[in-house]
């Protein structure tokens, strides 16, 4: 009995998770669920109304928060994004770090977000980015920065992308670049 219950509750709940998400970002796309109907349910969540608007963050990897060397290359050389790097600081020292980036280990990343700019500064050596300026999370080959883009967006900040390549793929394209 109970388990039938359990099941009855399982079909109802995507369907008023359906009918309250979809028209909230019928701009956006659909994507299609295991049951074979379209559902926002399975990648995006509402977050935080915002200026009277209700609006809806991926929190899965995808195309849209992927930087890839030459977008990072730009930035950096633009200055329109800071470039924080979640590896251990023994790793930027045995491997090398991305000119430009602030070193933020993972295990820290939620709490230093959170501090007062001044002390951002004080305990990394940069400048600690606002929640509306564009951040870009990098590490050793992109699964950490991944988790940072999540802990960021978790914390509000809405233009988090990560580079997936990493250091490696830094490495190679400079390597590549010093040969030509």
């Not at 109802?12 to 970002?25: E, F, G, M, S, T």
């Not at 009277?52 to 995808?62: A, C, P």
């Not at 200055?79 to 020292?93: F, K, N, Q, Y």
């Not at 000119?99 to 050596?125: C, H, M, R, T």
């Amino acid at each position: 009995m109970a388990l039938n219950s359990c099941l009855k509750v399982s079909r109802i709940i995507p369907r008023v998770l359906h009918r309250n998400v979809i028209h909230l970002a019928c701009a956006t796309r659909t994507l299609k669920n295991s049951l074979g109907t379209h559902s926002l349910c399975v990648q995006y969540t509402p977050a935080v109304t915002c200026r009277g608007k209700t609006q809806l963050r991926n929190f899965s990897s995808s195309k849209e928060t992927d930087v890839s060397y030459e977008q990072l290359k730009k930035l950096l050389a633009a200055g329109t994004a800071s470039v924080i790097d979640v590896r251990e600081p023994w790793e930027l020292r045995e491997y090398g770090n991305i000119p430009g980036s602030i070193n933020v280990p993972l295990g820290q990343v939620s709490n230093a977000l959170q501090l007062s700019p001044e002390d951002f500064k004080e305990k990394y050596g940069g400048t600690m980015p606002s929640q509306t300026e564009n951040v870009v999370f990098t590490c050793l080959a992109g699964v950490r920065s991944k988790t940072a883009l999540d802990t960021a967006a978790s914390l509000g900040y809405s233009k988090v992308k990560h580079f997936p390549g990493g250091w490696q793929d830094w490495a190679k394209h400079e390597i590549l670049q010093t040969k030509e």
